[in-house]
C-alpha cells in the first residue's frame, strides 16, 4: 500500500474516533458548566449540579427501577439464553435455524415494533395492566440473544474433550456439569449478564410501551426531564454518571469472554 | 462400572439415554418464552391491523376491516412520512458505510494485533454509552449557543439547528459502531495475500480496492447495513430530541399509542417497518450478509 494511502487511512481512523468521543466529553465537560443553558465556551465551572442530581429523588427512584427491571430480566435471559445455546450448539435438529432466528428477531426488528407488538398484546390481547412485570418480561425477551452469544461462543471454543473425559473417568451427567461445564462457562456467563443488564438498562424505545404509567426507569426519566429547562443541568449530570458508568460493564466483558462475543446481541 | 447406585445417578442415566428428552427440556423453556411473548404478540400485532377504535369510548373494536390500510395509503402526509423515514434510514446507512469503511479497514489491516484489541474496545465504548445520552449530547451540540456554532463562527457558518439534517448526524452518530464492527470482522478475514497477488499482477491501489477487496467485503458492509437500517427505520426518539418538528414513522405509532388512543391503526402504521424491513432482509440475503451477523 502506498505511504499516501496509509497516512489517509490512518487520519481516517483518527478523525473518526474523534467524532466518537467527541460528544462524550462534551457532555461530561458541560455537567460541571455553571451556565444553566450549557453556553459554550463553558465561562465558569461548578459541582452545584451534582449536589443536586444525588439528591434528586425521581432520578435516584428511577435509578432503583432500572436496576430492579435490569436484573430480573437478566436472571431469565440467563436461564432461557443458556439453554437455548447448550440446545442449539450441542444438538443438531429439523428447525434449528428457524429457532435461532427467533433467538435474534427480537433485535433485529425496529425496537418501536417489538414495543407496540408487545403493548398490544399485553393491554388488547391479555388485558393486563402495564407494570414493572410487563417490561421485565420485555427486557427479558431482548435480553436473552445476548447471553445467548456468550454462552455460544464459549460452548464452540471449549468443544467436549474436557466432558467426555469427566464422564470416563466415571462422573455422572450432574456432577460432570457441576464440576467440570458450569466453571468452564463461569466467565462467559457473567459477560453476558453484564451485557444483558446494560442492554436492558439503557432501553428506552420498548420500556416506553411497555413500562405502567407513572413509572419511570432511568432513561425515561431523563427522557421525561429533557424538556424541562430547569432540570437541564441535573439530566446532563445523570447523562454524565452513565458515559462513565456504561464502559465498566463493556470492559469487564471484553476481559471476561476475552473478545469471543462481548460487543452484545446486535453483532 | 460401579455397583454403588445414587439417585443422582440414575437420573443421569435416564437422560443420557434420552438425548431427545434433553434436547426438548433445554428448548423448550426458551421457545415457550419467545413464542408466546414474542411470535404471538407478533401475530397479534398483524390481526389487531385490521381492527378498530370505537370513536365515542375510545376502546378496540374487533370488527374486521381495511380501513387503517385505506387511511395509510390513500392520506398523503403518511406518504411523506413513510418515505422520508425510509429516506433517511438510507442516507444514514450511506453515509454510516462511507465513514465507517476507511476506518474499519486501518484497524484491520495496518494496526498491530494489540492494537487492535484495544480498538475494538474504544469503538464498542460509546456503542454501550446510553442512547439518550448521545442524542442528548448532540441536542447541546447543535443548540444555537452551543459547540457547533461556536466551531464554526470563525469560518462565517452556522450549524445545521435542529432538523432533518440534525437527525441525520445524530443517527449516522449513533449507529456508526454497529457498521465498524462488522465491516471490521470480514477485513480482518480477507487475506493479505489477495491483495498482495493482485499487486503483483500489475494493479494499483484504486483496481485492488475496486475488484478484490470491495467485493469481499460487500457482505460485511451489508450486514452492518441491516443494524443501522433498521434502527433508523423505527427511531422516534431522536428525531423528537433534535428533528425540530418533522416526524418519522415511529412517532406517527407512538402518537397513536399515547395521545390519539388508537392502537388498531398504531399497529398498521407499525407493519410498515416490518415489511420493509423483511424486503431489505430478503433483498440482501443473496449476499450471505445473514452469516455475517
Given at each position: 500500500m502506498s505511504k499516501t494511502a496509509r497516512v489517509l487511512l490512518w487520519t481516517a481512523l483518527g478523525a473518526g474516533f474523534a467524532v466518537l468521543y467527541f460528544p462524550l466529553l462534551v457532555v461530561l465537560l458541560n455537567s460541571v458548566n455553571a451556565d444553566t443553558t450549557f453556553?459554550?465556551?463553558?465561562k465558569s465551572f461548578t459541582l452545584e449540579w451534582w449536589g443536586r442530581a444525588v439528591t434528586s429523588e425521581g432520578a435516584l427512584h428511577a435509578l432503583w427501577t432500572s436496576v430492579l427491571v435490569g436484573l430480573a430480566a437478566t436472571a431469565i435471559a440467563l436461564l432461557l439464553g443458556t439453554m437455548a445455546a447448550f440446545a442449539l450448539q450441542r444438538y443438531r435438529f429439523f428447525g434449528r435455524n428457524s429457532v435461532s432466528l427467533l433467538i435474534v428477531l427480537p433485535i433485529a426488528l425496529p425496537g418501536i415494533v417489538t414495543g407496540i407488538a408487545l403493548n398490544n398484546a399485553f393491554r388488547?390481547?391479555?388485558?393486563v395492566d402495564l407494570g414493572v412485570a410487563t417490561v421485565i418480561i420485555a427486557h427479558a425477551t431482548f435480553c436473552i440473544v445476548v447471553v445467548f452469544n456468550n454462552v455460544v461462543a464459549r460452548l464452540r471454543r471449549l468443544g467436549g474433550n474436557l466432558e467426555e473425559a469427566s464422564m470416563d473417568l466415571g462422573a455422572n451427567g450432574l456432577t460432570t456439569f457441576r464440576l467440570v461445564t458450569f466453571p468452564m462457562l463461569r466467565s462467559a456467563l457473567l459477560a453476558g449478564g453484564l451485557l444483558a443488564f446494560a442492554l436492558s438498562f439503557d432501553e428506552i424505545i420498548v420500556t416506553t410501551f411497555t413500562l405502567g404509567s407513572g413509572m419511570e426507569t432511568l432513561p425515561i426519566w431523563i427522557y421525561n426531564n429533557l424538556f424541562r429547562p430547569n432540570q437541564a443541568p441535573v439530566v446532563n449530570v445523570v447523562a454524565a454518571v452513565l458515559i462513565v458508568v456504561s464502559t465498566v460493564p463493556v470492559y469487564l466483558a471484553q476481559r471476561l469472554s476475552g473478545g469471543e462475543s462481548a460487543s452484545g446481541g446486535r453483532i | 462400572m460401579t455397583a454403588v447406585s445414587t439417585p443422582s445417578d440414575r437420573v443421569s442415566a435416564y437422560f443420557h439415554r434420552k438425548p431427545r428428552l434433553r434436547l426438548g427440556l433445554l428448548l423448550g423453556a426458551p421457545m415457550l418464552w419467545l413464542g408466546l411473548a414474542y411470535l404471538v404478540a407478533l401475530g397479534a400485532l398483524f390481526v389487531t391491523a385490521f381492527w378498530s377504535t370505537d370513536?365515542?369510548?375510545?376502546n378496540v373494536v374487533t370488527d374486521w376491516s381495511l380501513d387503517n390500510f385505506v387511511t395509510l395509503f390513500s392520506d398523503s402526509v403518511y406518504h411523506t412520512i413513510t418515505l422520508r423515514t425510509v429516506g433517511i434510514a438510507l442516507l444514514v446507512t450511506v453515509i454510516d458505510a462511507v465513514i465507517a469503511f476507511p476506518m474499519a479497514f486501518a484497524m484491520a489491516k495496518l494496526a498491530s494485533p494489540r492494537a487492535q484489541r484495544i480498538l475494538v474496545i474504544a469503538v464498542m465504548t460509546p456503542l454501550w454509552a446510553s442512547y439518550l445520552v448521545k442524542a442528548y449530547a448532540w441536542r447541546t451540540l447543535l443548540s444555537g449557543n452551543g459547540v457547533l456554532n461556536w466551531l464554526l463562527s470563525p469560518f462565517g457558518g452556522t450549524g445545521p439547528g435542529y432538523g432533518i439534517t440534525a437527525t441525520v448526524i445524530t443517527l449516522c452518530y449513533l449507529w456508526l459502531p454497529y457498521m465498524i464492527l462488522p465491516i471490521y470482522a470480514g477485513l480482518e478475514r480477507l487475506p493479505d495475500s489477495l491483495v498482495d497477488a493482485s499487486g503483483d499482477l500489475g494493479a494499483r491501489s484504486p483496481r485492488t480496492f475496486r475488484s478484490v477487496i470491495l467485493p469481499l467485503a460487500f457482505p460485511a458492509i451489508v450486514a452492518g447495513s441491516i443494524f443501522t437500517f433498521s434502527l433508523s427505520l423505527g427511531d422516534y426518539i431522536a428525531v423528537k430530541i433534535v428533528g425540530g418538528t418533522s416526524q418519522m414513522l415511529g412517532n406517527v405509532v407512538y402518537d397513536n399509542i399515547g395521545a390519539a388512543g388508537n392502537l388498531p391503526f398504531a399497529a398498521t402504521v407499525g407493519l410498515v417497518p416490518v415489511v420493509i424491513m423483511l424486503v431489505y432482509l430478503a433483498a440482501v440475503r443473496r449476499t450471505g450478509a445473514l452469516n455475517n451477523l
Amino acid at each position: 500500500m502506498s505511504k499516501t494511502a496509509r497516512v489517509l487511512l490512518w487520519t481516517a481512523l483518527g478523525a473518526g474516533f474523534a467524532v466518537l468521543y467527541f460528544p462524550l466529553l462534551v457532555v461530561l465537560l458541560n455537567s460541571v458548566n455553571a451556565d444553566t443553558t450549557f453556553g459554550w465556551p463553558p465561562k465558569s465551572f461548578t459541582l452545584e449540579w451534582w449536589g443536586r442530581a444525588v439528591t434528586s429523588e425521581g432520578a435516584l427512584h428511577a435509578l432503583w427501577t432500572s436496576v430492579l427491571v435490569g436484573l430480573a430480566a437478566t436472571a431469565i435471559a440467563l436461564l432461557l439464553g443458556t439453554m437455548a445455546a447448550f440446545a442449539l450448539q450441542r444438538y443438531r435438529f429439523f428447525g434449528r435455524n428457524s429457532v435461532s432466528l427467533l433467538i435474534v428477531l427480537p433485535i433485529a426488528l425496529p425496537g418501536i415494533v417489538t414495543g407496540i407488538a408487545l403493548n398490544n398484546a399485553f393491554r388488547t390481547i391479555l388485558g393486563v395492566d402495564l407494570g414493572v412485570a410487563t417490561v421485565i418480561i420485555a427486557h427479558a425477551t431482548f435480553c436473552i440473544v445476548v447471553v445467548f452469544n456468550n454462552v455460544v461462543a464459549r460452548l464452540r471454543r471449549l468443544g467436549g474433550n474436557l466432558e467426555e473425559a469427566s464422564m470416563d473417568l466415571g462422573a455422572n451427567g450432574l456432577t460432570t456439569f457441576r464440576l467440570v461445564t458450569f466453571p468452564m462457562l463461569r466467565s462467559a456467563l457473567l459477560a453476558g449478564g453484564l451485557l444483558a443488564f446494560a442492554l436492558s438498562f439503557d432501553e428506552i424505545i420498548v420500556t416506553t410501551f411497555t413500562l405502567g404509567s407513572g413509572m419511570e426507569t432511568l432513561p425515561i426519566w431523563i427522557y421525561n426531564n429533557l424538556f424541562r429547562p430547569n432540570q437541564a443541568p441535573v439530566v446532563n449530570v445523570v447523562a454524565a454518571v452513565l458515559i462513565v458508568v456504561s464502559t465498566v460493564p463493556v470492559y469487564l466483558a471484553q476481559r471476561l469472554s476475552g473478545g469471543e462475543s462481548a460487543s452484545g446481541g446486535r453483532i | 462400572m460401579t455397583a454403588v447406585s445414587t439417585p443422582s445417578d440414575r437420573v443421569s442415566a435416564y437422560f443420557h439415554r434420552k438425548p431427545r428428552l434433553r434436547l426438548g427440556l433445554l428448548l423448550g423453556a426458551p421457545m415457550l418464552w419467545l413464542g408466546l411473548a414474542y411470535l404471538v404478540a407478533l401475530g397479534a400485532l398483524f390481526v389487531t391491523a385490521f381492527w378498530s377504535t370505537d370513536v365515542f369510548t375510545g376502546n378496540v373494536v374487533t370488527d374486521w376491516s381495511l380501513d387503517n390500510f385505506v387511511t395509510l395509503f390513500s392520506d398523503s402526509v403518511y406518504h411523506t412520512i413513510t418515505l422520508r423515514t425510509v429516506g433517511i434510514a438510507l442516507l444514514v446507512t450511506v453515509i454510516d458505510a462511507v465513514i465507517a469503511f476507511p476506518m474499519a479497514f486501518a484497524m484491520a489491516k495496518l494496526a498491530s494485533p494489540r492494537a487492535q484489541r484495544i480498538l475494538v474496545i474504544a469503538v464498542m465504548t460509546p456503542l454501550w454509552a446510553s442512547y439518550l445520552v448521545k442524542a442528548y449530547a448532540w441536542r447541546t451540540l447543535l443548540s444555537g449557543n452551543g459547540v457547533l456554532n461556536w466551531l464554526l463562527s470563525p469560518f462565517g457558518g452556522t450549524g445545521p439547528g435542529y432538523g432533518i439534517t440534525a437527525t441525520v448526524i445524530t443517527l449516522c452518530y449513533l449507529w456508526l459502531p454497529y457498521m465498524i464492527l462488522p465491516i471490521y470482522a470480514g477485513l480482518e478475514r480477507l487475506p493479505d495475500s489477495l491483495v498482495d497477488a493482485s499487486g503483483d499482477l500489475g494493479a494499483r491501489s484504486p483496481r485492488t480496492f475496486r475488484s478484490v477487496i470491495l467485493p469481499l467485503a460487500f457482505p460485511a458492509i451489508v450486514a452492518g447495513s441491516i443494524f443501522t437500517f433498521s434502527l433508523s427505520l423505527g427511531d422516534y426518539i431522536a428525531v423528537k430530541i433534535v428533528g425540530g418538528t418533522s416526524q418519522m414513522l415511529g412517532n406517527v405509532v407512538y402518537d397513536n399509542i399515547g395521545a390519539a388512543g388508537n392502537l388498531p391503526f398504531a399497529a398498521t402504521v407499525g407493519l410498515v417497518p416490518v415489511v420493509i424491513m423483511l424486503v431489505y432482509l430478503a433483498a440482501v440475503r443473496r449476499t450471505g450478509a445473514l452469516n455475517n451477523l
